[in-house]
T-cell receptor, first 114, second 113 residues
Framework: ETGVTQTPRHLVMGMTNKKSLKCEQH?????MYWYKQSAKKPLELMFV???????ENNSVPSRFSPECPNSSHLFLHLHTLQPEDSALYLC?????????????FGPGTRLTVT | AQSVAQPEDQVNVAEGNPLTVKCTYS??????LFWYVQYPNRGLQFLLK??????LVKGSYGFEAEFNKSQTSFHLKKPSALVSDSALYFC???????????FGTGTRLQVTL
């Protein structure tokens, strides 16, 4: 295990639902990330947090709303999603966001939007 | 803009044979290069990275990669493949100013008996 956990592992939601993805890291890292992984496409960086402050927001639709209450926890709140949002959502952490420390990934949440 | 290319969607190797997974990159500054592996139903796992120094980098599970600045490549290699190496491999690029990795599309490695 990498020290990064994600819940739930699988989620099916309708387009009008509201749900949240949770990520927790047990590594003492300062930076946390959300990625979207779709088939046949490179990983897409969605958000970056450093010490609970958002430092990167890659033009992600407002139907995705991140929250970082402390340096160990990261949430992704979802509402009024579209079918094309179905993907594997990966959380990662690293020691620092400003240097090229390797990132440690959680197992992901497989999201299906119906 | 920076980019990473993994020209092969899939690489097939017999167990015991050497393997190579190719990666080329494009960046204006000095590259920081990474390899990650993803097993089924799992997140990505870090294998190795090149930041500076020796062009040959050794990583986890017997993998190594060679940084070649003139060819802008960072190919992943292993002298003797195992069936358990079968997975999806990602090359990634960072410029070191901020941890904003650019990933390739991935190469599926299939090792057969």
């Amino acid at each position: 295990e990498t020290g990064v956990t994600q819940t739930p592992r699988h989620l099916v939601m309708g387009m009008t639902n509201k749900k949240s993805l949770k990520c927790e890291q047990h590594l003492g890292h300062n930076a946390m990330y959300w990625y979207k992984q779709s088939a046949k496409k490179p990983l897409e960086l969605m958000f970056v947090y450093s010490l609970e402050e958002r430092v990167e927001n890659n033009s992600v639709p407002s139907r995705f709303s991140p929250e970082c209450p402390n340096s160990s926890h990261l949430f992704l709140h979802l509402h009024t999603l579209q079918p094309e949002d179905s993907a594997l959502y990966l959380c990662a952490s690293s020691q620092d966001y400003r240097s090229s420390y390797e990132q440690y990934f959680g197992p992901g949440t497989r999201l299906t939007v119906t | 803009a920076q980019s990473v290319a993994q020209p092969e969607d899939q690489v097939n190797v017999a167990e015991g044979n050497p393997l190579t997974v190719k990666c080329t990159y494009s960046v204006s500054g000095n590259p920081y290069l990474f390899w990650y592996v993803q097993y089924p139903n799992r997140g990505l796992q870090f294998l190795l990275k090149y930041i500076t120094g020796d062009n040959l980098v050794k990583g986890s599970y017997g993998f190594e990669a060679e940084f070649n600045k003139s060819q802008t490549s960072f190919h992943l290699k292993k002298p003797s493949a195992l069936v358990s190496d079968s997975a999806l491999y990602f090359c990634a690029l960072d410029t070191g100013t901020a941890s904003k990795l650019t990933f390739g599309t991935g190469t599926r490695l299939q090792v057969t008996l």
